[in-house]
């Protein structure tokens, strides 16, 4: 097909239906050459589990939900010296050590019975 495109001369289109065709040729072999070299997105459906979970670290995240909930209704001041953008860093900090420590202590435990 995408040679009876290309040999098609578009000095040769004598009507209106000759014109159609081929505008019409180009684009289905335009599209067809899209879907031969795209690729489709992968989207992630599902969120990253945590491994270890405890009501501590349950905790640290409604706080850091909390805090970036407050941030955002507040139109999401970018200031550093803002109060509520300290507050998402530190509890989101926070969050993320308990995590690191659970980890750490899941594995020492797992360490010992070795």
Known sequence: MRKGVLMLDPNELKDNQDIEVFAQN??????DTMKLH?????HMNSKPKLKVWTQDIGNTLRD???AYKKWAS???PQDPNNQLLSNIKTTKRL???SIRY???SKQC??????
Do not use: D, H, N
């Open 26 to 31: 180009i684009m289905t072999v335009t599209k």
């Open 109 to 114: 435990k797992t360490v010992t019975k070795l």
């Open 74 to 76: 507040k139109c999401k």
């Open 102 to 104: 659970e980890q750490a």
């Open 64 to 66: 850091k939900r909390e």
């Open 38 to 42: 795209s690729t489709e997105i992968k």
């Open 95 to 97: 969050f993320r050590s």
